[in-house]
């Protein structure tokens, strides 16, 4: 590790956006968290949490600054994301409850718990990480943090040539979970950069319905349909969900009347 100067903020890796993970003993992968991402920085006593864009957001989660205070190295730059949880999935919408919340009553009385998954490392100690491969980087993580709640460690498995990513992905999926993130297990941090070492892969949400019927057209449509009429099967019995008219041109009309 290259010694540097004081530790500061660091402009985060960004991820590609990609439709599936790539395989291979290369990459490894770990669940993508429906959060904010912040940049956490120690140095000596002081301790302060960066989003993306630099902005300052230590008084929104006292709870995690006294949690890295606590912590036995007094210089580091990591990077995280902070969430909520509704149920056993990450809420985007319950962290947004203390969206504005700096003093500690209100934010207290807000309700809202929340935690920081710490996932790769940048600075340790006068030393800077980035070169370092992302596998020496979460190792290093992983032995330099004490893991008490608040603080979490965002763990990865290994990726194979038998399809564990797609597996952990339809897994993500039947779990609710917002996606995948795959990374290039032997990458360096590249501060500011989207780059393909790191392929985020979203979950697409699945439902089951059942066509019930279809309202009567308007206009050009007078003479066909307006829309489906949409339902889920439920033990009560069909509950409308929705009525869906876009999408159709004239020969799927013609199709679906028939």
């Not at 309202?215 to 007078?222: A, H, L, N």
Request: aromatic share 8%; net charge negative.
């Amino acid at each position: 590790m290259d010694e540097v100067d004081d530790p500061g903020f660091v402009q985060p890796m960004l991820a590609t956006p990609a439709e599936r993970p790539i395989e291979g003993e290369h990459w490894v992968y770990e669940r993508k968290l429906d959060g904010i991402r912040l940049i956490a920085v120690r140095n000596r006593e002081t301790v302060r949490l960066f989003t993306r864009n630099g902005h300052d957001r230590s008084a929104a989660y006292p709870e995690v600054v006294e949690a890295l205070v606590g912590q036995r190295h007094d210089r580091f730059v990591a990077d995280a994301e902070v969430v909520a949880f509704d149920g056993d999935a990450t809420s985007f919408a319950r962290l947004q409850r203390r969206s504005g919340l700096s003093d500690p009553a209100r934010i207290r009385h807000s309700g809202v718990g929340v935690f920081l998954y710490l996932f790769d490392l940048m600075h340790l100690e006068g030393h800077s990480c980035i070169d370092l491969a992302l596998r020496d980087r979460t190792k290093l993580l992983s032995e330099a943090f004490d893991f008490d709640d608040p603080l979490r460690l965002s763990e990865h498995l290994n990726g194979d040539d038998s399809g564990t990513g797609r597996r952990l992905l339809a897994d993500a999926c039947d779990r609710g979970w917002e996606g995948l993130i795959a990374k290039r297990a032997d990458s360096r941090y590249d501060p500011g950069r989207r780059s393909r070492n790191w392929l985020k892969i979203k979950t697409h949400g699945q439902q089951e319905l059942v066509v019930a019927g279809y309202t009567k057209g308007q206009g050009r449509r007078s003479d066909a349909f307006g829309a489906l009429v949409l339902g889920v099967q439920e033990p009560g019995g069909l509950r409308w969900a929705g009525n869906v008219g876009t999408g159709f041109d004239d020969a799927e009309i013609a199709r679906l009347l028939a």
